[in-house]
Nanobody, 120 residues
């Protein structure tokens, strides 16, 4: 499985942006889709999670402002970000935990990261 992230850019505070993460490959299913971010000088932190049974979880810092979703047919995950703040500036990474059909072993894949810059 390979992931291709896109959608980052420069946005003013209060604005919105949507990140995409397209998964390529065949014969696999996704157990969970995750978005992380890493700001300069900080550790990578979890932002949002979407499990295969539709459960979503968000960090306190983005709860109510960000929405994670998945288009299963396109195998593409999205992170809709709204009411953006300067502190949301970071490189955003998508991550999926996946397995081959008929297998139980879970694997992990990471996207290349996409930069989001929020100007105040």
């Amino acid at each position: 499985v390979q992931l291709q992230a896109s959608g980052g850019g420069l946005v003013q505070a209060g604005g919105s942006l949507r990140l995409s993460c397209a998964a390529s490959g065949s014969g696999f299913s996704i157990n969970s889709t995750n978005w992380y971010r890493q700001a300069p000088g900080n550790q990578r932190e979890s932002v949002a999670t979407l499990t295969s049974d539709g459960i979503t979880r968000y960090s306190d810092s983005v709860q109510g402002r960000f929405t994670i979703s998945m288009d299963g047919a396109k195998k593409t995950a999205y992170l809709q970000m709204g009411s953006l703040k300067a502190e949301d500036t970071a490189v955003y990474f998508c991550n999926v935990r996946w397995r081959y059909y008929g297998r139980t072993y879970e694997r992990e894949a990471w996207g290349q990261g996409t930069l989001v810059t929020v100007s105040s």
